[in-house]
C-alpha cells in the first residue's frame, strides 16, 4: 500500500485462474472461514461463470482518501485523474474530528462531491456532531457507515439532514436486506467479493429500494475488474463507484488504464506473469491460503457423507 489503509501496509490476495477467466479470493486475513467464505464464492464464479450482459461500457468512480493529514490531500487526489467524487476516510482510531474536517476541507477545495467513510467508528451522539462539522463549510453526499449497528443507523438517520449509507451492515449481515427494512439508510453501499458473487450482488440490488453504490474490498485489478463488470450490469447507476482503490496500491497484479474523465472501462483483466512471480506470497504463506482456501470450500460444498 501507498499508506496505511483499513489499518494494513501490504494487501494479500490468492487468484485462481478457470475456464471464463481470473477470479479473486481476497477475504482480509483476519476474517474466519464462515465469512471468508463468500469470498471464495465469488471468486470461483468469476473464473468459471462469464458476467452478466453489462448495460454500461465504462463505470464513474470516486477518489479514495484515506486518513491522510490534510497536506497530503492533493498527492493522494493526482492519483485519480478526472474524478468529481471522492471517499474521504474519517473517524479513524488516533485523530480527532478537526483532523477529519481539515482532510475534508482539503478534497472540498479540488472536487465538487465528497462522502466519507467512518466504517462504523461512531456513536450516535458522535456522528450527530461529526455530521454538523463536516457539513459546517460544505455539503456531504453521504456518511458511509457512521456507526455499526443498524439500529444506530436508523436513530442517526432521524436525526440529520446528511443521507445515510450503509456498508458494513449490508456486508456482513447474515440478512443484507434489513438495514433497508429498518429505514436505516438512503444509501446502500455493495460489494462483489463479501456478497458471494456477481450474481448474488445484483440479487441484492434487485430487492433494495434505494440507491446502489458499487464498492472495491481493497481488491487487486483482477477483483476491481469483476465489480466493474457488476456495475455494467446494474439496471441503474446514479453515484460514482468505489472501484478506483487499485491507485492505492505500489504494485498491482497487472497493468490496468488509468482513468479517462473520472471513469474505468469494463472489461477483463489478465494478471502479468512476471508480475504473479514478483509479488508472490512466501512458501509458508501460500501454504496459509492454501489452507485457508480448503477450509472454506469444505463449507461452500459440504460433503455429501
Known amino acids: ?49 462469464p458476467p452478466p450482459p453489462g448495460r454500461r461500457e465504462r463505470i464513474p468512480i470516486n477518489a479514495t482518501v484515506p486518513a491522510v493529514p490534510a497536506d497530503q490531500v492533493p ?4 492519483r485519480f485523474p478526472g474524478a468529481h467524487t471522492a471517499k474521504v476516510k474519517v473517524a479513524e482510531p488516533g485523530q480527532t474530528l478537526s483532523d477529519d474536517v481539515a482532510r475534508v476541507n482539503a478534497v472540498r477545495a479540488l472536487l465538487p ?9 461512531w456513536t450516535v451522539e458522535l456522528a450527530a456532531r461529526a455530521a454538523s462539522a463536516l457539513t459546517a463549510d460544505g455539503p456531504l453526499e453521504y456518511l458511509e457507515q457512521p456507526c455499526s449497528s443498524v439500529d444506530e443507523l436508523a436513530a442517526l438517520r432521524a436525526r440529520i439532514d ?38 448474488a450482488l445484483l440479487d441484492i440490488a434487485a430487492q433494495i429500494d434505494v440507491p446502489v453504490v458499487l464498492s472495491s474490498a481493497l481488491d487487486s485489478a ?15 447507476l446514479r453515484h460514482a463507484c468505489g472501484l478506483g482503490t487499485g491507485s492505492l496500491f505500489v504494485e498491482d497484479v497487472a497493468d490496468v ?9 469494463v472489461g477483463p483483466v489478465t494478471p502479468d506473469p512476471a508480475r504473479l512471480h514478483a509479488l508472490a506470497a512466501p512458501p509458508e504463506r501460500r501454504q496459509w491460503w492454501i489452507d485457508r482456501l480448503t477450509a472454506c470450500h469444505a463449507l461452500l460444498v459440504p460433503s455429501c457423507e
Open 1 to 49: 500500500m501507498r499508506v496505511r489503509f483499513r489499518g494494513i501496509t501490504t494487501r494479500e490476495v490468492a487468484l485462481i485462474e478457470g475456464p471464463a477467466g481470473w477470479g479473486e479470493f481476497g477475504a482480509f486475513v483476519e476474517y474466519p472461514p464462515p465469512e471468508a467464505t463468500h469470498w471464495l464464492a465469488s471468486g470461483i464464479e468469476a473464473a468459471y461463470r
Open 162 to 199: 446528511v443521507p445515510v449509507a450503509a456498508d458494513e451492515s449490508i456486508r456482513k449481515a447474515d440478512d443484507p436486506l434489513a438495514v433497508v427494512r429498518a429505514g436505516a439508510a438512503d444509501i446502500a453501499v455493495l460489494k462483489v467479493a463479501p456478497q458471494g458473487g456477481i450474481s
Open 257 to 265: 488504464p488509468a482513468p479517462v474523465d473520472g471513469t474505468l472501462a
Open 222 to 236: 483482477v477483483g476491481i475488474a469483476t465489480g466493474l463488470a457488476a456495475a455494467a450490469a446494474l439496471p441503474r
Open 113 to 121: 462531491t465528497v462522502r466519507v467513510d467512518a466504517n462504523g467508528g
Open 75 to 78: 498527492e493522494v487526489l493526482a
